[in-house]
Structure formats: C-alpha cells, structure tokens
C-alpha cells in the first residue's frame, strides 16, 4: 500500500505537476521532521508541505538528503511568513528558506496569510512573480487569500496563483472559492484535510458507514474525498502507521454517491482555524 504511482498529480501552468496527496508537518519539532519525512518519503509520498514559520525546513531538507530520493523526484512546498511581505524581505526569506531546506529551489512557493490589514498581500505576490522568474520557485501560489485579496493580487499583476492552500474538508468546503479558483484554473489545495482533530469529523457516521462499507478508515475516506473532489492535500501524521494509513487513501475509490453523501457534511460554521479575513499578524 505505500506506492506512490497511485497518487495521481495534476497539472500546473508552465509543464510542472502536482502529487494530488502530499505530506504536511504543521506543528512537527525539527528533530521530528527530520525523522519522519524520511518515513513519509520511504511509504512512498514525493510531496512535502512545510513553511518558515514551522520551524521545521531543515529537518525536512535533512531528511531529503538522508531518503536517498533524488531532490527532482520529490514536489517540495515552503511559504512565505507575515513578516516578510515586503518586496525586498519576501525575496531575502526565501533564500533563507532554500538555505535551511538545502537546496536551490522549491516546486512551489506561497504567500502563507493574505493579512489583508497589513497591506502587503500584493507586494508579497509580485516578490513571488520575482521569485519564480529567478528560478527560485518553479510553481508560485497563495494560502489564506480571501476572495477580495485574491481578486486585487491577480489585478495588479495579472498573474494567477498556480495554486491556493486554504482550510478545506467535509465540514468547510470553501465552496466560493473553489468556483473561482475553477473559472481562473487555480488549484485548490487543502489543509486541515481531516480536520486537524478538532471536530467529530473521524466520527461522523455518514463518513464511518462509507469506510465500514470499503473495509477503510474514516481518515482514508475523507482523504479519498478530498482526492475524488479534485483537490490537493496534504495530511499530516506523525504516527508510522497513519503515514501509510493516509497515503494508502489514493487507492480508495468511493462512489458517486458517497461523494455527495459527504458533499451533505458542508455547515456554515465548519472553519476549525484562523479566518483568513480578520487574521492580524
Ligand atoms: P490535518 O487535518 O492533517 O490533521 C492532522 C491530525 O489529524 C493529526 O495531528 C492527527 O491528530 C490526526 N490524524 C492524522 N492522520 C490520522 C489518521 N489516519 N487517523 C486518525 N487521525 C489522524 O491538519 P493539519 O496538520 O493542520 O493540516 C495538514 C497540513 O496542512 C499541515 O501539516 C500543513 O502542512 C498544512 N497547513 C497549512 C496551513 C496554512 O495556513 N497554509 C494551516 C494548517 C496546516
């Protein structure tokens, strides 16, 4: 259950792709990371989410090098912290964070938080437009822009995010977002995919008949939604057995059906996290 090959990816502008099912290590001590992306990168996962703030891209740039995977096998995301939107300290943190994950580009670089009341969130764009035509970044996108902010950030440059990273599973679908991202060719990328343990989302028991029926766990079937819905994710565990667990998803089909059984879950209060529109700092 650990091959990679049934991840399938999808498609960036510029030729790059993306594996639809990464590894994320929000929360994960360096020492930590440095472990475990390696068990990540042997069950078979070539897509890792990290960011400055994690305090954690040379653990996962160690881990790399000790995997033995070849650094162009694997799709590595870092992000760009709040403090740093402006043009000249957005251009000098992601050095900094090439030089702690120790290599000399990410396949995707994003704007963390749009912090819409700094007013910085174009001025970090147009440094990640810069960054890509350096080659520093293959692939550059957002996180945490609400519509307004990702509307302006692609007005003033007419550039648009390969791809946006926002809070997505059964009981927060981002359902406005997502139609805009599909009318601009965005890709929507999830996180919090099962919710980050804060909810009874694992409990619910439209989701735990669906994986009774598949003799699956209620994360892989959340994960097999997120796949089945067209988005990326990037599920995080610390636990061995839940690497595999979650990585194993990609070969769980569910039906139509269940898909709009889960579809049924969205609740108008579902955010887990910090909104993205009054987040200060
Ligand atoms: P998640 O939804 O992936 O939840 C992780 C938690 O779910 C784990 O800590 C564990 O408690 C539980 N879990 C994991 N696998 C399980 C399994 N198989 N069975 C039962 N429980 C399981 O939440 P997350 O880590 O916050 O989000 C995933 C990734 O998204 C992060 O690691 C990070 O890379 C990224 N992220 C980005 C932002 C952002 O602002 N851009 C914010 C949060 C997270």
Not at 39 to 62: I, S
Request: hydrophobic share 40%; with cysteine.
């Amino acid at each position: 259950m650990s091959d990679q090959s049934a991840v399938p990816s999808l498609p960036l502008p510029g030729g790059a792709s993306i594996p639809q099912l990464g590894y994320g290590v929000f929360k994960v001590e360096n020492d930590v990371a440095a472990d475990v992306t390696v068990q990540a990168l042997e069950a078979g996962y070539r897509h890792l989410d990290t960011a400055k703030v994690y305090g954690n891209e040379e653990g996962v740039g160690r881990a790399i090098r000790a995997s033995g995977v070849a650094r162009e096998d694997i799709f590595l995301t870092t992000k760009l912290w709040n403090d740093a939107q402006r043009f000249d300290d957005a251009i000098t943190a992601c050095e900094a964070s090439l030089e702690r994950l120790g290599t000399e580009y990410v396949d995707l670089y994003l704007v963390h938080w749009a912090v819409p009341v700094q007013g910085t969130y174009v001025e970090a764009w147009k440094a990640l437009v810069e960054l890509q035509k350096r080659g520093l970044a293959r692939s550059i996108g957002v996180s945490n822009y609400p519509l307004p902010q990702l509307r302006e950030a692609i007005d003033a440059t007419g550039v648009v995010p390969s791809v946006h990273q926002i809070e997505l599973h059964p009981y927060f679908q981002q359902r406005e977002l997502r139609a805009f991202h599909e009318e601009h060719g965005i890709v929507t990328e999830s996180w919090g995919p099962l919710g980050q343990g804060k909810s009874d989302l694992l409990e619910n028991a439209a989701i735990t008949e669906i994986a009774a029926a598949h003799g699956a766990t209620p994360a892989q079937v959340v994960l097999a939604w997120h796949l089945a819905s067209g988005l990326v994710t990037i599920p995080k565990s610390v636990t061995p057995s839940r690497i595999v667990e979650n990585l194993a998803a990609a070969q769980l089909e569910l039906t139509a059906a269940e898909v709009a059984a889960i579809d049924a879950l969205d609740r108008p209060d579902g955010r887990g996290g910090a909104d993205p529109s009054t987040k200060e700092s």
